[in-house]
């Protein structure tokens, strides 16, 4: 028994070692139409997935018209000139494929994995509702229903689940990363038809678009197939401005306390962090990873297993375009005080600001994040998404081969550093979640 374990961390660890060594290689380029196309073949499934990244998300509403991006998201499934009404999915299952989107602060996602005999078909629903989209009264409308829908069940049903929105309002002042992606009902329900056209006409255009395509393709032959269905779709005529925004230091903490449908009670803490592209974000995603990666990680040990305050606690980065948070947040045990849970949350913050972690911490630390590294590109969703993700915010694809380089070069001065800079009291915002019959 002892020689088939010994084997079996063998093989496990040799499969490791070919995943490190694993590169995806990868062709990009752009249309003359200005839409980036990245590329990678891989045969060994016959799938394929065929993604679209549109670089706009809810910090690029205009005010008092939050949550269109969103709003998109799911207008985009409505249909087009070609395709009926709510038919766009059906015809992905027909044809053995999924699919889904996404939103964030930053951008809007869309994704089909489907058999990789019909990369045709999912080059020409992409581009089709990127040419000729249909928005109307009726899908507007619909598409109205659903968001309300959506966040009745999972925001304002949902324990604890408004904590993004009540902390991100906070958190930013000016800059329009205060508004969530779904956005308020009064702003959909204040928007006219022609600002949805107007939207769409700015924002989902080519220019402002990376195709992303990864599994079981020829490369020239999926070429030809891009020039034929995106390439005479026009450029956008209207000139896309970024954010310009500095957000201003948050000049003090911020406290507040939030009544909800809760049994627990919790507290939410978010600390600002820089722009995710910067090394220092780097180094506080690995500090997270210290406090916060499963049971042997010094949040979990000291709070939940010594001190048993809290039933849950959790660090994580929110990594964004502009500047993101560096959030923890931690449920009370049942009979807790919420104001020793704090305080001994903020015992284990205050440690790694004044102590430079020890060896064997760092290195277990950048192992956890090489395991991940190399597990995130396990799938060609996965790797289509990445490659997208690294062109728009990084400007470097080839980071989904050597982004782990980054990490590695942190030290353990530099985590002390980042934690002294930016692990501060008045750079951050702490809720208080109680019970609202308290």
């Known amino acids: 028994m002892k020689k088939i374990g010994m084997l079996l961390v063998s093989v496990g660890m040799a499969m490791t070692v070919h995943a490190q060594n694993t590169k995806?290689?990868?062709?990009?380029?752009?249309?003359?139409?200005?839409l980036h196309v990245i590329l990678h073949q891989d045969k060994s499934t016959p799938i394929v997935a065929v993604s679209v990244l549109y670089h706009v998300g809810a910090k690029d509403e205009e005010p008092g018209r939050t949550g269109f991006a969103h709003f998109f998201e799911h207008l985009m499934f409505e249909g087009t000139a070609n395709i009926g009404r709510g038919d766009y999915m059906n015809i992905v299952q027909a044809n053995g494929g999924v699919l889904n989107a996404n939103t964030s602060h930053d951008r809007t996602y869309y994704y089909q994995v489907l058999p990789s005999n019909q990369l045709k078909l999912g080059l020409w629903l992409e581009s089709d509702r990127m040419l000729q989209a249909i928005i109307?009264?009726?899908?507007?409308?619909?598409?109205?229903?659903?968001?309300?829908?959506?966040?009745?069940?999972?925001?304002?049903?949902?324990?604890?689940?408004?904590?993004?929105?009540?902390?991100?309002?906070?958190?930013?002042?000016?800059?329009?990363?205060?508004?969530?992606?779904?956005?308020?009902?009064?702003?959909?329900?204040?928007?006219?038809?022609?600002?949805?056209?107007?939207?769409?006409?700015?924002?989902?255009?080519?220019?402002?678009?990376?195709l992303s395509i990864a599994g079981d393709i020829d490369i020239e032959e999926t070429k030809k197939l891009i020039q034929q269905y995106f390439g005479d779709i026009p450029r956008g005529s209207v000139e896309i401005k970024r954010n310009s925004i500095v957000e201003p230091p948050l000049g003090g903490e911020v406290r507040d306390t939030v009544f909800d449908n809760i049994q627990?009670?919790?507290?939410?803490?978010?600390?600002?962090?820089?722009?995710?592209?910067?090394?220092?974000?780097?180094?506080?995603?690995?500090?997270?990873?210290?406090?916060?990666?499963?049971?042997?990680?010094?949040?979990?040990?000291?709070?939940?297993?010594?001190?048993?305050?809290?039933?849950?606690?959790?660090?994580?980065?929110?990594?964004?375009?502009?500047?993101?948070?560096?959030?923890?947040?931690?449920?009370?045990?049942?009979?807790?005080?919420?104001?020793?849970?704090?305080?001994?949350?903020?015992?284990?913050?205050?440690?790694?600001?004044?102590?430079?972690?020890?060896?064997?911490?760092?290195?277990?630390?950048?192992?956890?994040?090489?395991?991940?590294?190399?597990?995130?590109?396990?799938?060609?969703?996965?790797?289509?998404?990445?490659?997208?993700?690294?062109?728009?915010?990084?400007?470097?694809?080839?980071?989904?081969?050597?982004?782990?380089?980054?990490?590695?070069a942190i030290t353990r001065e530099d985590l002390l550093r980042v934690a002294q800079k930016y692990l501060t009291k008045d750079n951050r915002v702490v809720l208080y979640y109680l019970p609202k019959q308290g």
């Open 136 to 210: 109307d009264d009726k899908g507007v409308e619909t598409q109205r229903e659903v968001v309300k829908e959506e966040k009745r069940s999972r925001i304002d049903n949902q324990p604890y689940a408004s904590f993004q929105e009540e902390i991100f309002r906070r958190a930013y002042r000016e800059h329009p990363y205060q508004n969530v992606p779904i956005g308020t009902m009064e702003d959909l329900n204040a928007a006219s038809l022609k600002e949805f056209i107007d939207f769409y006409k700015k924002f989902y255009v080519p220019n402002n678009a990376t």
């Open 264 to 408: 627990l009670p919790g507290i939410f803490t978010a600390y600002r962090m820089p722009p995710q592209t910067d090394a220092d974000a780097y180094a506080l995603s690995m500090l997270t990873q210290l406090l916060s990666s499963g049971r042997s990680s010094r949040l979990y040990k000291e709070v939940v297993d010594n001190q048993q305050l809290g039933l849950q606690v959790f660090a994580f980065p929110y990594n964004l375009e502009d500047g993101g948070l560096f959030i923890t947040l931690a449920l009370a045990n049942m009979g807790k005080d919420i104001a020793e849970l704090e305080a001994a949350v903020d015992a284990e913050i205050e440690k790694v600001r004044n102590e430079l972690i020890s060896e064997r911490e760092y290195q277990r630390v950048l192992n956890q994040l090489e395991n991940a590294f190399v597990s995130q590109n396990s799938s060609m969703a996965g790797i289509a998404e990445r490659l997208a993700d690294y062109h728009v915010y990084y400007g470097d694809a080839n980071l989904i081969n050597t982004e782990i380089e980054r990490y590695r």
């Open 24 to 34: 995806i290689e990868f062709t990009e380029y752009t249309l003359n139409n200005g």
